[in-house]
């Protein structure tokens, strides 16, 4: 199972992305856990579970350098969403994304 956390401004405007990746998930026979959360709860996220990678929504880019911080002392990778396919959440290419950066 791969772990994926996404994280914006206050963890609700990511839910229909979450919802479409779950779906382009399900499609491809993927078994994923995939949350939303607010930025401001990122550590304690990475404490509860071990997370295979973060998504940064791009309306929370300005924070680049507290969540580089973060994620590199848990050794969880990370990459901020293209702001297109946030933009019209696409959540094949949200999750196509995901794996890239594990090297899925």
Known sequence: MITIRLFCAGGFSTSILVKRMEEAA???NIDADIKAYP?????RVFN?????VALIGPQIAFTIQKIKKICDAKGVPFEIIPSLDYGRLNGDK???LAFQIINM
């Open 48 to 52: 509860e579970k071990t997370v295979d």
């Open 39 to 43: 930025e401001g709860v990122m550590e």
């Open 26 to 28: 399900q499609k491809r």
């Open 94 to 96: 949200v999750l196509d």
